[in-house]
T-cell receptor, first 117, second 112 residues
Framework: DAGITQSPRHKVTETGTPVTLRCHQT?????MYWYRQDPGHGLRLIHY???????DKGEVSDGYSVSRSKTEDFLLTLESATSSQTSVYFC????????????????FGPGTRLTVL | KNQVEQSPQSLIILEGKNCTLQ??????????LRWYKQDTGRGPVSLTI?????NTKSNGRYTATLDADTKQSSLHITASQLSDSASYIC???????????FGKGTTLSVSS
């Protein structure tokens, strides 16, 4: 998985509790992304980062926040988890975006399966 | 609205046979198109990435084609193997700085 780890890999939590998912990379790639994947939907972008402390919202950012204090770590926080946030969460990294070059390729982590009861 | 539509939704083929998966997109302007393979329980893995000026790109038994005029792409798998059983996802990037648009994927099952 191209030097990307996600933790935890599985988590069960209760509605209303805060949850933080961690993505760690050893590739020194500039861009990092958080996606969620649900049945019947394609991967949907939650937030992404284009550098340390530089982040922006994706299409499904409501209820999520992120932080990137170091190049290698990108955290996703659910401030107050809801059942609709039950999903599989993927972190991805890339060197570039939009150039069409191989550096555009996104590498995905193994995923975190989150269940909110 | 920028969309990526894939067909068929699922496909079952016999080992050794060829198959073709389709991707139609409405993303404009267009930067590049990618095909990913996702095994069950794992993250997607990139197979090919093509810009608007490229018509075809191969990666082993996988060959992707792109027609930017009709906004269509296909992924052809030759001599399928059991390990090809996976979901294949078409992803389109619009102009630089915009988000990737993911298709919902085609689930391929290869049986012996």
């Amino acid at each position: 998985d191209a030097g990307i780890t996600q933790s935890p890999r599985h988590k069960v939590t209760e509605t209303g509790t805060p949850v933080t998912l961690r993505c760690h990379q050893t590739e020194n790639h500039r861009y990092m992304y958080w996606y969620r994947q649900d049945p019947g939907h394609g991967l949907r972008l939650i937030h992404y980062s284009y550098g340390v402390k530089d982040t922006d919202k994706g299409e499904v950012s409501d209820g999520y926040s992120v932080s990137r204090s170091k190049t290698e770590d990108f955290l996703l926080t659910l401030e107050s988890a809801t059942s609709s946030q039950t999903s599989v969460y993927f972190c991805a990294i890339s060197e570039n975006v939009g150039t069409g070059a191989p550096g555009d390729t996104q590498y995905f982590g193994p995923g975190t399966r989150l269940t909110v009861l | 609205k920028n969309q990526v539509e894939q067909s068929p939704q699922s496909l079952i083929i016999l080992e050794g046979k060829n198959c073709t998966l389709q991707c139609n997109y409405t993303v404009s302007p267009f930067s590049n198109l990618r095909w990913y393979k996702q095994d069950t329980g794992r993250g997607p893995v990139s197979l090919t990435i093509m810009t608007f000026s490229e018509n075809t790109k191969s990666n082993g038994r996988y060959t992707a084609t792109l027609d930017a005029d009709t906004k269509q792409s296909s992924l052809h798998i030759t001599a399928s193997q059991l390990s090809d059983s996976a979901s294949y996802i078409c992803v389109v990037l619009g102009q630089a700085g915009t988000a990737l648009i993911f298709g919902k994927g085609t689930t391929l099952s290869v049986s012996s």
